[in-house]
């Protein structure tokens, strides 16, 4: 099996696994309970949030554990809302943001708030100016992810945060589930409020997050019931599935020694791609390493999808959350791109385990899939 849809989701590690497995089995006590093996229980949770802050280079009183990158965003961005609304309902954010985002956003606009959906450039990037021309006295919130999930492109979060720390009635959030062990980001940064993390993008187990929430921001809770996390998320912590995800956390940044590598893997696919006809990579030349975004207009892509399947080798079309629905991407469509392009997109997102001889096979069937294709229509 050749497995390169890492952006949906990756392989947990072994190690991962084993932890997962060993901390169900010998700490499956209820941190919240009172006795003793309730309190080993809450210990390996405070120990777990320790590591992770430290990894995040963020206070322990900073973490928030999420069951994953899609309850961080709605998190973050309806907490906010609902908090400080009394201080304005206007969010700025753009328009190739992740499902999770833009119909977090939708949902309030029925509720009164009015949103900026930014465009962005033919590359897949907001423009700082046009961020900082948006904000009004009644901006409350803006949400701009770190790396974009189809693209690949990289967003300019630090000017952005620059810009964000001179307002001081308005929060910044970044969806960095793309982004971690990936591209750097600094979440020391001031004016960066917020940001959301999910553990089976660094192959960790589905079903847990962080949502890193800088002391002295205050959220509006959207689960409420027994207090934990701060009383930001309450509900019974998922032990098993923190400490296997903060073992994975550790693991990928030890990998990013060796994101050189992706980088050359990603650069050599690229000039693959582009010597073949009727390919057009979509892909920005400055973008994160792990993803590569090529359309073939003219043929539908859940076809070669589907071709490429039954030699085991997987890639996808673009977010899996939205994968399934067959029309154009919105990502693609916000960087001008016609529907021929917008709506023949494949995404091709790599791992640290990616090897060259995966990628050589998987272009000599690619190339064999678009021949056949183009015969029978033909």
């Keep these: ?226 207090g934990q996390e701060n009383s930001i998320r309450s509900g019974t912590e998922n032990l098993a599935g923190i400490v296997s995800m903060v073992k994975a956390l550790r693991l990928v940044k030890e990998k990013e020694l060796m994101i050189d590598e992706m980088y050359q893997l990603q650069q050599y696919l690229r000039s693959q791609l582009e010597e073949m006809a009727k390919v057009v990579v979509n892909t920005p030349r400055e973008a994160a390493p792990h993803i590569m975004n090529f359309s073939v207009p003219g043929l539908k892509p859940e076809v070669i999808i589907h071709m490429l399947g039954k030699h085991e080798i997987y890639i996808s079309t673009r977010s899996a959350c939205s994968s399934k629905n067959l029309d154009e991407s919105h990502v693609l469509a916000a960087c001008g791109h016609d529907k021929k392009r917008t709506t023949a997109a494949l995404r091709v997102s790599f791992g640290y385990e990616t090897t060259k001889e995966e990628l050589d096979t998987f272009v000599q069937v690619l190339k064999n899939a678009i021949m056949e294709l183009k015969e029978v229509m033909e």
Excluded: W
């Design 1 to 226: 099996m050749i497995y390169l849809d890492n952006s949906a989701t990756t392989k947990p590690y072994p190690s991962v696994l084993k932890s997962f497995q060993e901390v169900s089995e010998r700490f499956f006590s209820n941190p919240s309970s009172i006795h003793q093996f309730g309190g080993e229980a809450e210990k390996l949770l405070l120990k777990a949030r320790e590591q992770a802050a430290q990894l995040l280079n963020v206070l322990k009183e900073e973490i928030v554990f999420t069951s994953g990158g899609t309850e961080g965003n709605n998190m973050a961005i309806k907490g906010i809302a609902l908090q400080h609304q009394s201080r304005g309902k206007h969010i700025i954010t753009t328009q190739i943001e992740h499902p999770s985002i833009i119909e977090a956003c939708e949902s309030l606009e029925t509720l009164g708030f009015d949103v900026t959906y930014l465009p962005v450039d033919e590359n897949g990037v907001v423009s700082v100016t046009d961020v900082e021309q948006a904000i009004r006295p009644d901006t409350i919130l803006i949400s701009i992810m770190h790396v974009n999930n189809e693209l690949g492109s990289i967003q300019p979060i630090k000017a952005i945060a620059d810009i964000a720390k001179r307002y001081p009635k308005l929060f910044f959030h970044v969806d960095n589930v793309q982004g971690v062990g990936k591209v750097h980001l600094d979440l020391q940064h001031e004016g960066i409020n917020l940001c959301s993390i999910s553990a089976h993008k660094i192959h960790g187990l589905k079903g847990t997050g962080i949502l890193y929430v800088q002391k002295g921001t205050t959220l509006f809770s959207l689960l409420h019931g027994g």
